[in-house]
């Protein structure tokens, strides 16, 4: 048993969790492997938000079936938010698969590992910060959920929320900066909670503190947060600790009271909108981004304009939106009949991104002349990216490269360059805007430092 292959698919916790898992099975002596078919142990992280995501779990599964009858040895495991904590419906039905692993329930997995490889794998594997992590990187800090919206799975899968020390998660940090990391999001299903159900009530803003004060730490964002749990104390936080991006994700889901009762979500469309302007009036250039789903039972076309409403008066830098789906074992699942037409709720899907799309050409447009500062993250076709402080996506070209020549495989005379831009902060100056990047020309090494820029706190 040598090596091991995770397909991951759903939030930024999974990509987490199968990051650790990773960490793990390297520290056993495994390597990763591109491929499920080169691999001796496959993992499928799962995801059950949307009936889409599911979809596409159930199919991997099946598709695995002759890979693990031509090598009865190899270990496949499915874990994640589709595995919940009775598993003999998902062993009758998925009976090739050797394992049922809960969120963060690595340790099946670990133990089979050890056993084949003759080792102790609690003496073996220490952090489960990742080994080789990009120039971002993901860390939880609480994990599952209190608060029972109906339309949610995930309190039922990741359970209660439970939040790690301030002291665990600074070290996990500090240990990610040493091997290369620049950035780091912080990562809960509530993250503003945070702190709550620990014996001193550390909260998130003192969190941020401490990380902010790390070395060689360029950058924090968190999510998802809460509208109930956002207070004054984590909006200072963000507006005053240097590293903490003006960036937050506060999810609505609705703009209509009776909607959002139905949702169990505790606060009505005048809170929220209130919340909004006092982040805005604290944090001058704050990035809000937030979630939507359309057609819930019982929406109706009035209700649902007054989202679409809601969405052009805030104008917010980015909207997840998702027409709903039924999730078995949910509160509205068991009590509300899902009776908005599959096609009203495409309609309804499809004009939200409309609208939201024409909203980004206008914010991006308003950056074209101006220079931002960019953590490069990597190189995809042939040019650097990376985001702003706010999140926008920058792509841009090494500077003796003509923008036009350089594309497709990304070998192009850029490549040869010199120049080493991941982890670098660069002042790109914006030239070209859609509404999901921008594109841009790199300024002097003299002005890398990051002063000048607009995207930098004072």
């Not at 698969?97 to 102790?120: A, I, N, T």
């Not at 990610?176 to 945070?194: I, K, M, P, S, W």
Request: proline fraction near 7%.
């Amino acid at each position: 048993m040598d090596t091991f292959y995770i397909w991951t698919i759903g939030c930024q916790m999974n990509k987490a969790d199968s990051e650790r898992l990773g960490s793990a099975l390297e520290q056993l002596g495994l390597r990763p492997v591109d491929e499920a078919k080169a691999a001796d142990v496959v993992v499928l992280n799962s995801c059950v938000v949307r009936q889409g995501a599911e979809d596409k779990v159930v199919g991997n599964l099946w598709m695995l079936n002759p890979l693990k009858k031509r090598q009865p040895d190899r270990v496949l495991a499915l874990m994640g938010c589709m595995v919940g904590p009775q598993t003999a419906e998902l062993e009758k039905r998925f009976p090739d698969v050797d394992l049922f692993m809960r969120p963060q329930q690595f340790e099946p997995l670990l133990e089979l590992v050890g056993e084949r490889k003759g080792l102790d794998w609690e003496g073996c594997v220490g952090s489960l910060a990742p080994t080789h992590p990009e120039v971002t990187c993901y860390v939880p800090i609480i994990h599952g959920c209190d608060l029972m919206c109906t339309f949610c799975i995930i309190p039922y899968r990741r359970g209660r929320q439970v939040s790690r020390p301030v002291d665990e998660v600074a070290h996990e940090v500090e240990l990610l900066v040493n091997r290369g990391v620049r950035e780091v999001t912080v990562l809960g299903q509530t993250v503003d909670a945070y702190g709550y159900d620990l014996p001193d009530k550390p909260d998130l803003s003192l969190l941020l503190t401490r990380l902010d004060a790390i070395p060689g730490l360029e950058r924090i964002r968190f999510l998802t947060s809460h509208p109930s749990y956002m207070d004054d104390r984590i909006i200072r936080a963000v507006a005053d600790l240097p590293k903490v991006c003006e960036q937050i994700n506060l999810p609505v889901q609705a703009g209509d009271d009776e909607v959002l009762r139905r949702m169990r979500r505790p606060y009505t469309r005048d809170h929220y909108r209130e919340l909004v302007g006092r982040i805005r009036d604290t944090i001058p250039g704050v990035s809000l981004s937030t979630d939507v789903i359309v057609g819930f039972p019982g929406e109706t076309e009035e209700q649902y304009r007054r989202t679409l409403e809601l969405v052009a008066e805030l104008r917010f830098d980015k909207v997840h939106c998702a027409a709903y789906s039924p999730r078995p074992g949910t509160i509205a699942d068991r009590t509300m009949p899902d009776d908005v037409a599959p096609e009203d709720k495409q309609r309804r899907l499809k004009e939200l991104d409309s609208l939201q799309e024409s909203i980004l050409r206008e914010t991006n447009a308003a950056l074209v002349g101006q220079t931002v500062q960019v953590l490069v993250e990597g190189r995809k076709r042939g040019k650097w990216q990376g985001r702003t402080r706010t999140d926008k996506l920058v792509f841009f070209a090494d500077p003796d490269t003509d923008p036009d020549t350089d594309r497709g495989s990304g070998q192009g005379k850029g490549q040869d360059s010199g120049a080493s831009y991941p982890g670098q902060l660069v002042d790109v100056a914006i030239n070209q805007a859609g509404p999901w990047s921008l594109q841009g020309t790199p300024q002097p090494a003299a002005s890398r430092s990051g002063q000048g820029s607009n995207e930098v706190k004072r």
